[in-house]
């Protein structure tokens, strides 16, 4: 732990300079396909005086791109996040080289020329890949790879947006699978040194500042329709996403050409709506200051998404949480007017926070990104709410999310509930077997073969004892093949100079439960401590369900409160009037 917290502080210093970088990157091309310049300063591409060429640029970007992922890396496609996750469940935390330069090189083409996507679905895989690389080159192991893998990730996000916080639930709830100070302790290190570098190479501060007023009690009520309809916003958005991604599987090209095709509808929407190009933090910021007419609000909203459901799913390189911020904003922005208990200016953090919540399936991180990118202590409360509300909402309406959709597309499944396991809960001498047969060490082969193993077998397996001291466990099988193959004469000659492997009472069913696996073996025998191995008991694989049975009690089993209540009468009357019954003991 020590030796990965120590490197989560060189993979948080990487990953904000990846960031900056990739931020650059971004600011360069916008300025070579639509101003024609060669500078990384900031000029939006709303700003382009090109006319109907305009189209052209998101074409020729997806040219590009297609390109790169031909030849160079196919894992530069998508949003960054679902890659992240299989590369963490099922390629062992392993990322290639070729990813953490294909990546923002990729989506810097992408976003800057027009592309309607965030960098934060990049930097995620980007420094994630740096994480990765990193863990590889140092010879550590998976679990200890997928640590510094979330770190760099996360760590990215934290430098793009400066929300450590957030960054850090990120990884709690999408990524990391699992919560111990193995993992979350380089995390919360990463991010932390991300959080401090941020504004020695970008901006400090929050990205979109803003401050309203307590909201009234009533306000509960709205916040809880907000998270409906960005609930049903959510399933909206993914549901098109995926059938644009199917009709795109549908033509008869190579897959190399569709970011082109994307990128066609891009330029046709920037031409008619120039503001819906590139990452637009400045619309963000104007939605969340309601600086913008309703009727613009609602031609943009429309043509955002649009864009974005087309563009991401032609398998372009490009984030998702800028366009849900960008687009939940825009519906809040259009309903501020008519929803009752909290200021207009409220509304449209609180619908931005809400779809975000629901589409990635990560509630706290969404009301604390929200708090974060704003500051706005009074709008934590209305954040949190309809974040849940949006979640709960999801859960119960789509399998998946936008991001497990696109692995359980792949042939992967994904369990998405975190709890504490079973085999952790309980010790070995809760769930071990007592009262042992055991076996003399000294008794021979054949006559333990014949008394033991015959047709009255009582059990599959025996331990062998002498003076108290367990020497092994013996079964049909090895006694069999010693009496055919080697010269043993008593149980005693079977157990040789190899270490025994036993289980000691307070260990847990789950270390239990990995030893028996690793060395391939169905039981073990419990004893007080290594050194006396004096025996009390037997553990095996069948006494590791019974943790597991009443989890299943736990979650099955509903006690009715009026029967417990009449059984706890009773007893409490046949103590008081011992030998009687009242009623027949019915009452």
Request: charged share 15%; hydrophobic share 50%.
């Amino acid at each position: 732990m020590l030796r990965t917290a120590a490197l989560a502080i060189f993979i948080g210093s990487v990953s904000t300079l990846a960031a900056f970088l990739l931020l650059y990157l971004i600011r360069f091309f916008t300025n070579l396909f639509f101003f024609h310049t060669l500078s990384g300063a900031f000029r939006s591409p709303a700003g382009n005086t090109l006319g109907l060429q305009v189209i052209a640029a998101p074409v020729i970007g997806g040219l590009i791109i297609g390109l790169i992922a031909r030849f160079g890396s196919e894992k530069i496609r998508g949003h960054g996040i679902p890659e992240a996750i299989e590369t963490i469940l099922f390629g062992k935390s392993r990322m290639s080289a070729k990813v953490a330069l294909l990546k923002p090189l990729s989506s810097g083409i992408a976003i800057g020329s027009g592309g309607p996507f965030g960098a934060e679905g990049p930097i995620i895989m980007t420094g994630g890949a740096l994480g990765s690389l990193i863990a590889q080159y140092f010879h550590l192991t998976g679990a200890e790879r997928k640590a510094l893998l979330v770190a760099g990730a996360t760590a990215g996000m934290t430098a793009v947006f400066g929300t450590p916080v957030a960054a850090v639930l990120l990884g709690v709830e999408l990524l990391l699978f699992e919560l111990r100070p193995r993992s979350l302790l380089p995390v919360m290190i990463a991010c932390a040194v991300a959080g401090f570098l941020r504004p020695l190479v970008l901006d400090g501060g929050p990205l979109f500042p803003l401050q309203t007023h307590a909201v009234a009690p009533s306000a509960l009520i709205s916040c809880a329709l907000a998270g409906v309809l960005a609930g049903l916003l959510s399933w909206a958005l993914s549901s098109a996403l995926y059938k644009v991604e199917d009709l795109f599987a549908k033509l008869p090209l190579h897959w190399m050409w569709w970011p082109a095709l994307g990128g066609l509808a891009v330029g046709i929407g920037g031409y008619l709506e120039p503001r819906a190009l590139g990452v637009g933090y400045d619309v963000i910021g104007d939605l969340l200051g309601n600086h913008l007419a309703l009727r613009f609000v609602l031609g943009f909203l429309a043509c955002k998404a649009l864009m974005w459901v087309i563009a991401l799913g032609s398998g372009t390189s490009g984030g998702v949480l800028a366009p849900l911020l960008m687009i939940g904003a825009g519906l809040g922005a259009l309903l501020a007017p008519v929803m009752p208990g909290g200021e207009p200016a409220l509304w449209p953090l609180v619908f931005m926070a809400a779809t975000l919540g629901g589409m990635m399936r990560a509630p706290i991180m969404a009301a604390v990104f929200a708090f974060e990118l704003t500051h706005d202590v009074d709008a934590l409360l209305p954040l949190l709410t309809a974040s849940g509300v949006a979640y709960g909402f999801t859960v119960l309406m789509m399998r998946r999310s936008i991001l497990t959709e696109k692995i359980a597309r792949r042939g992967f499944h994904i369990y998405r509930e975190y709890g504490i396991d079973p085999l952790e809960r309980q010790h070995v001498n809760e769930v071990m077997t007592t009262g042992v047969e055991t076996l003399d060490a000294d008794a021979s082969l054949a006559q333990t073969l014949a008394s033991h193993f015959g047709t009255n077998q009582k059990h599959r397996a025996y331990p062998v004892v002498r003076a108290g001291m367990v020497l092994g466990m013996v079964d049909r099988a090895t006694l069999s093949n010693a009496l055919e193959k080697s010269s043993a004469q008593k149980l005693a000659d079977l157990f040789g100079a190899n270490p025994l492997i036993v289980a000691l009472p307070e260990e847990t069913c789950r270390t239990i439960a990995s030893r028996l696996a690793a060395h391939e073996i169905e039981r073990l025998p419990v004893v007080t401590d290594a050194q006396s191995r004096r025996l009390i008991g037997i553990v095996s694989r069948s006494d590791l369900i019974k943790p597991s049975i009443a989890v299943f009690e736990e979650e099955h089993r509903r006690e009715l409160f009026r029967g417990s209540f009449l059984q706890a009468l009773r007893r409490r009357a046949a103590s008081i009037f011992p030998g009687k019954t009242i009623d027949g003991g019915r009452t």
